[in-house]
């Protein structure tokens, strides 16, 4: 495959006005159109993620599916300006991370969707073991960050998603659907996960099972993933406008 990027990600919600205006809220994303049945919010007009209404979708929160959108600020000051406008509206924080490559903080929207918010540290400064990327999880300095200068004033321009991590049933199955089957390069690996990406980025997709051992196919009736959409930064090499489910249900276009 050649190098992608992820274009947006598709959510089923139950709740459309709650979970639009959290996005556009909390998270400082743009409406760029909207139907009274769908949503689609981005930054700069690049649409990231997409909402689509379905009052009866259910949620499963051990079935396969999404584990977290990781949305990617250009610099750190950025993320430091971003904690503390979460702080002063009280947002409820689920996590907070450095993973050597990154700094990270976690939440979730209101119908429990997982959410990351990063910056990456300089691609020079990353370290590797062979061909995979050294990454971990170690307290993040939050003193630091909040001394960042200035105010939130909405997602900055250049604002993407950076990687999607996603809950699958088991983790040789996922290594065989995205890097055998898909063609991306494994970057990283831990107990219960798997990283890949292309173009020597530490991942843009995971995979894990620390929510979804053993989980069968998604339900239909799922709320949350409905689709991740990957962007072929060279359309003319990749396999643009395929559609395929992983082994779980998980749909993945590249568009």
């Not at 990063?118 to 590797?128: E, K, V």
């Not at 990454?135 to 900055?156: F, I, N, V, Y």
Request: hydrophobic share 40%; charged share 25%.
């Amino acid at each position: 495959m050649a190098p992608v990027a992820i274009d947006r990600v598709a959510l089923t919600v139950r709740d459309l006005d709650l979970i639009g205006d959290f996005y556009q809220r909390i998270l400082g994303l743009d409406h760029i159109s909207g139907s009274g049945e769908d949503l689609i919010l981005g930054q700069g007009g690049r649409a990231l993620i997409e909402l689509r209404r379905d009052a009866a979708a259910r949620p499963y929160p051990h079935a396969a599916g999404l584990f977290h959108t990781a949305f990617l600020l250009p610099h750190r000051d950025d993320l430091g300006r971003w904690l503390r406008h979460a702080h002063a509206r009280k947002v409820r924080m689920s996590g907070a991370s450095d993973h050597l490559v990154s700094e990270a903080l976690y939440l979730r929207d209101p119908e429990g969707n997982g959410i990351e918010i990063y910056a990456d540290r300089p691609r020079a400064s990353w370290l590797h073991d062979g061909d995979r990327v050294v990454m971990d999880t170690l307290p993040l300095d939050l003193a630091s960050l909040r001394r960042a200068e200035g105010h939130w004033t909405g997602a900055p321009e250049g604002t993407v998603i950076g990687h999607v991590h996603l809950q699958v049933g088991a983790i040789p199955e996922a290594r065989a659907f995205y890097a055998d089957e898909l063609g991306f390069d494994v970057t990283a690996e831990i107990p219960q996960a798997s990283f890949f990406s292309t173009g020597g980025y530490h991942h843009h997709v995971a995979t894990n099972t620390w929510n979804s051992a053993g989980a069968g196919m998604r339900p239909a009736d799922a709320t949350g993933l409905a689709e991740l959409v990957l962007a072929a930064t060279d359309p003319a090499a990749s396999r643009s406008g395929r559609s395929v489910d992983d082994p779980w249900g998980n749909r993945i276009r590249v568009a």
